[in-house]
Each structure stands twice: as structure tokens, then as C-alpha cells.
């Protein structure tokens, strides 16, 4: 692709009439390559005629210059090609009429090397223009597609459709990228038909993809009631021989009885004395009327082994299985926790309080997030329909997160208050000074995430949703009541009974020399 001629009528007079005269001469009708040489002595002058000399001898050595215009000559001609100052001057290098990029690079080149010379002119700066083009299209690609993504994220309202435009805008940059090479090869184009290319691929990519999108969308609308209600079906399989028909219809009967439950097909049966009976909840699959009902079909009468599968008896299993180890998670978080301050602050008061501290901050996340989620607020605001319960997993997962960040705040204030009681200052005066060095770093990067993470509450998938509004919600807690008030609090409330711990446990951290106080002494 070239940036030059870009826009010129090859048909025209003018065209034509270049052309010709360049065949006649030889070479290129207009100067590509103009060449500025600055000297401290007038270019009039014996010094300055032998510097520029220098570099006309230099340009017409190369075999791709065809003819040279310069102060040079003699008379009214010469004087033009000198500035006003009388000590700066151009060449005019006029080219061979075949002569291409490469030549002129390296003209370039070699006027660099010499000292106060400066090349430009048509066909040096015309590769420059598309390296320019390809830099700026780089960094377009950079500061557009997080911010489309972002603007997408809303509009779409769902990351994976959000991405869809920007996938399919790809795809067709990448194929018009492809015809446009295969173009160049037979014609010239212009460097900015790859401007055009991707803004226009990716403005109509994103066009109609929501186009396509939102008539996706209103189409599984019409149908969307009964793809839930299929997937709330309860599945129990029975352990009876083919000959309790008669039974298994009265336990069907008895079940399609029950309040909780809306319908009940037929029993169904299989091979190796196995039965099927699908039964449907009258509430949604993760009500806690189905989840009870998942419970009272187990234990219920039957006529033979019953187990139940489905999209509630998975959560009530799930759920269980979290709840036996999560225990041990807690408390491999707490110890963890109590022995990594104790280590860095010496004290047993600190780390317990730090525990207190988390426990309120996650209380409050949890809490907003049955508000919200469990009983179904702010659907409109958040555009999602509550189930009437939360996912399943986002006691552990935010746990975990909100946790640690919680616990990296809290780390970085306590350092500080330490290091200043360690340099002499008093409880009240080292909490001070902690929460004046740390008070705006904290809060910045507690802004930021809360920003970044609550993102996360466009999305169309309610797991993420609730993860991003959750860690939000706990971390600006942490970042403005906990950190701000409640820890400033209790450490002017408890004073020096902050830096207690028993003398074992004191001489121990002591000996090891744990904290990084210690460190530092001893580095």
C-alpha cells in the first residue's frame, strides 16, 4: 500500500502530463527527497560551500539520484535554496524514475550519518506515514476494545454477548484484511483503506450484532417459561420388579397428592427392576419448597429403594457437601490468619480482632446479597429474576476473596501502626500515623477494585453477578466503617492491651525473630 498519489486521478492531465515529462527526463518530475543542511558559517562563505559540497558529492554517489538542486549554482537560482539567515540550505535530490522505498531509505541513512543534516520530502516520509498509520491503528485497537467491551457489557447486557460483537468484528477485520492483500497485489492501495477496514468492520459487526441479538433474545423469550419448567423436573428412580405396576401408580398417585408438587408423569419402567417417575415441583428448583421436597421423597414411603436426581436434589447434595467442609476451610483461614499477624505484630489481640473484623465485613456482603438476590430485589436495576436463593458456591468463593483482600488492607494498615509504635509513638499517636499513610492508598486501591469487580454485576450470568456485587460490597465496607471507623476504634478503645500476648508466646516470636521489624534489625 502506498500513502502517496493516494488520491490523484491516474487518467487525469496532470497524471499524464507527469508521466510523460518524467519519461522524457528520466527521472521524477518533483524532488522526493529534500535534504536540510544547517552550518555555523554562512553558506555563502568558503567554509560553507565546502560542507554543503560534502553532501552533494555524498547524494550524487548514489546510483538511485538521478539529478541534484542546490545553493550550488550560480546566481538568483542558487540564492533561493538559502534561508534568511544565510546559514542553512536545501538540496533537491530528483530520483531515477524507477526508483522505490528501499532507495530512498537509503539516502536517508546516509545523510544521518553526517552531522547537522536533516532528510525528509514526499518519499521519505510516505513509509513513515504507514508505520505512523499501523502505530496509531495499534494503539486505537488497545484503548477501543476494552472500552467496547465495557460500553458492550452494558448494552448487551451479558459478557458472553458482549463479546460476540467484537468476536464477529474480528472475524470480518480479518477477511477484509485478507482481500484488501489480495487486492494490493494486482493495484496500489491507500495506507488508510486499513483505517476504514477495522473502524467500518468493527462498527457494523457491533450494529448487527445487536440487531441479531435482541431478536435472539425475544425469540427464547416465547418459549423460555417451559425450558424452566423442564429443567425443575425431579427425577426419582424406584428399585421394584416389573410386577409392582400397581404399586408404583398409587406411590405416583400419592406423590401428584402433594401440595408441593404440580404434575407426575407415569412410572416408567426399565430393565434390571429399575423405575422412573418424573415429578414436577410446584415451585421454582431451588425454592425451599422443592428443596423440602427433594428431602420428603428420600425419606418418604415407597415401594422399593428410592433415589432422587434434578436440578434441586443437586443443589440439597451440593449443598451438604459444602456445608461438610466448610468448617474446615474457616478454619484453615482463621489459624492461617491469627498466625500470620501474631508473626508480624506479636500480638494475640491484633490477629483475634482482625478475625472479628472479616467476620463483619463478610456478614455484611452475605447479607446484601440474600437482600438482593435471595428475595428478589433491584431485579429491574441488575436485569436478572431471582430464584429465590443464592448460588450455591458464593459462600466459599466469596469467602475466600473477600478474606484475603480483606486481610491484605488490613495487613498493610497494621504494618504502619507498628512500625511507629516499634519507632517510639505512642497506641493513639501510631494509629494515627498508620491511618494517615495508608488511609488514601488504601481507599484508591479499594475504589479501584470495587470499580473493576463490580463490573462484574452487568453480567448476564447470576453466579458472576452475584460474585461482583458481593466482593463490592465487602470491600468498600472494609475500606470505609471497618478500616475507617471500627479499627481506629477499637484500638483507641483497647490501648496498649492491642500488643498483648502471653510471655511463651512472646519469647517465642522473640527467638525467631519474626515481624518485619525484627527483619530489619537484623538485615
Known amino acids: 500500500m502506498q500513502a502517496d498519489e493516494d488520491f490523484v486521478d491516474s487518467s487525469s492531465e496532470n497524471s499524464l502530463t507527469t508521466d510523460r515529462l518524467e519519461e522524457f527526463h528520466g527521472s521524477t518530475l518533483s524532488p522526493g527527497v529534500i535534504v536540510l543542511v544547517r552550518g555555523e558559517a554562512p553558506v555563502t562563505s568558503a567554509r560553507g560551500q565546502a560542507q554543503l559540497e560534502r553532501v552533494v558529492g555524498k547524494l550524487s554517489d548514489d546510483q538511485s539520484v538521478a539529478r541534484l538542486s542546490s545553493a550550488l549554482r550560480a546566481g538568483p537560482q542558487g540564492r533561493a535554496f538559502i534561508s534568511r539567515d544565510g546559514r542553512s540550505s536545501f538540496i533537491a535530490v530528483f530520483r531515477n524514475k524507477d526508483a ?67 468476536f464477529v468484528g474480528f472475524l470480518t477485520i480479518m477477511a477484509t484484511l485478507l482481500g484488501l492483500r489480495i487486492v494490493n497485489e494486482m493495484t496500489s492501495l491507500s495506507i488508510f483503506a486499513l483505517n476504514l477496514a477495522i473502524g467500518l468492520g468493527l462498527g457494523l459487526a457491533i450494529d448487527y450484532s445487536l440487531f441479531v441479538l435482541s431478536r435472539y433474545r425475544e425469540e427464547v423469550a416465547r418459549f423460555g417459561h417451559g425450558c424452566e ?11 421394584a420388579p416389573a410386577s409392582a405396576a400397581d404399586r408404583l401408580r398409587d406411590y405416583a398417585a400419592k406423590l401428584r397428592a402433594r401440595g408441593d408438587v404440580a404434575a407426575v408423569d407415569r412410572p416408567q419402567f426399565f430393565q434390571d427392576e429399575a423405575w422412573q417417575v418424573e415429578v414436577v415441583p410446584a415451585a421454582p428448583a431451588l425454592d425451599r419448597r422443592s428443596l423440602d421436597l427433594v428431602r420428603a421423597v428420600r425419606a418418604g414411603p415407597a415401594p422399593g429403594t428410592v433415589k432422587v436426581a434434578g436440578e434441586s436434589a443437586r443443589f440439597v447434595d451440593q449443598r451438604a457437601g459444602l456445608g461438610d467442609r466448610l468448617p474446615l476451610a474457616i478454619a484453615f483461614l482463621a489459624i492461617t490468619t491469627l498466625v500470620i499477624l501474631f508473626a508480624m505484630t506479636a500480638s494475640v489481640v491484633l490477629p483475634l480482632k482482625a478475625l472479628v473484623m472479616n467476620l463483619l465485613r463478610l456478614s455484611a456482603a452475605f447479607g446484601v446479597l440474600v437482600f438482593i438476590f435471595q428475595d428478589g430485589r433491584l431485579e429491574g436495576l441488575l436485569d436478572y429474576t431471582s430464584q429465590g436463593s443464592l448460588e450455591i458456591t458464593q459462600p466459599l468463593v466469596l469467602l475466600a476473596i473477600a478474606f484475603g483482600l480483606s486481610t491484605d488492607y488490613g495487613v498493610f494498615l497494621l504494618t504502619r501502626i507498628k512500625e511507629a509504635r516499634d519507632a517510639g509513638a505512642s497506641n493513639d499517636e501510631a494509629v494515627a500515623i498508620g491511618l494517615q499513610r495508608t488511609g488514601r492508598i488504601v ?70 525473630r519474626l515481624g518485619e521489624s525484627s527483619m530489619q534489625s537484623a538485615g
Do not use: C, Y
Not at 513509509?127 to 467496547?148: H, I, M, R, T
Not at 419448567?229 to 428399585?239: E, K
Not at 458472576?464 to 484500638?491: C, E, F, N, S
Open 100 to 166: 522505490g522505498d528501499d532507495d530512498a531509505e537509503r539516502i536517508e541513512q546516509a545523510m544521518g550519518a553526517l552531522p547537522n543534516v536533516t532528510t525528509g520530502g514526499l518519499a521519505v516520509a510516505g513509509p513513515k506515514v504507514g508505520d505512523q498509520v499501523s502505530a496509531n491503528l495499534a494503539k486505537a485497537e488497545l484503548l477501543a476494545f476494552p472500552l467496547l467491551f465495557l460500553l458492550s457489557l452494558v448494552i448487551f447486557r451479558g459478557a458472553v454477548a458482549a463479546l460476540l460483537p467484537l
Open 229 to 239: 419448567a423442564l429443567a425443575q423436573t425431579l427425577h426419582v428412580a424406584v428399585s
Open 443 to 512: 481507599t484508591a486501591a479499594a475504589l479501584l477494585l470495587v470499580v473493576a469487580i463490580g463490573a462484574f454485576a452487568t453480567s448476564q450470568i447470576v453466579f458472576i453477578k452475584q460474585l461482583g456485587v458481593g466482593t463490592a460490597v465487602a470491600v468498600a465496607v472494609d475500606a470505609t466503617i471497618v478500616r475507617a471507623l471500627l479499627v481506629p476504634a477499637l484500638m483507641k478503645l483497647l490501648g496498649e492491651r492491642n500488643w498483648w500476648a502471653p510471655r511463651p508466646l512472646k519469647r517465642l516470636h522473640e527467638r525467631l
